[in-house]
């Protein structure tokens, strides 16, 4: 009689059980619904045209603010964010968890065009950017201009994805 080694032992009789149990774990989990992942990102409309919001970065008398602060976006709808900054000094849009929830089809400024991915956009006294994007995944994200200074004076807000 030949004696089997248990690495043979186990693989021959553990292994198999195994590979059933997670089939069958897999199709139950399936089955009861419970696999979200794909449900909770929203799929882009991109044939619709974007909906426009306009969003000032500081005032002309120097105000460190967004206006408004508080910006509501709908997962799976295109939108145009555009940016101005009318104030004296410099500023930036700095949403980087926001940035990864959604799709950037462009972002453009001046005769440039960007595409990618967006963490953080400068605007210069004066400048305008405008955003076009797609929120995929619904959540509340920080909004700040990360500035030394600016963000602890006011400059922040919240983008909230339904």
Partial sequence: MVEKNNFQW???SWIPDICWLGVWLGALLISL???VAPA???QPNLTAPPITVDISLGSPEGNLQFV???LEFQAGQRYQLVLKNPSPVKHYFSSKDFADALWTQKVEAGQVEIKGAI???ELKPGATATWVFVPLKPGTYDLRCTIPGHGEAGMVGTLTVL
């Fill in 119 to 121: 963490h953080e956009l």
């Fill in 10 to 12: 186990f693989w021959q």
């Fill in 40 to 42: 909770a990102i929203a």
């Fill in 68 to 70: 408004p602060k508080h």
């Fill in 33 to 35: 619904g419970v696999v």
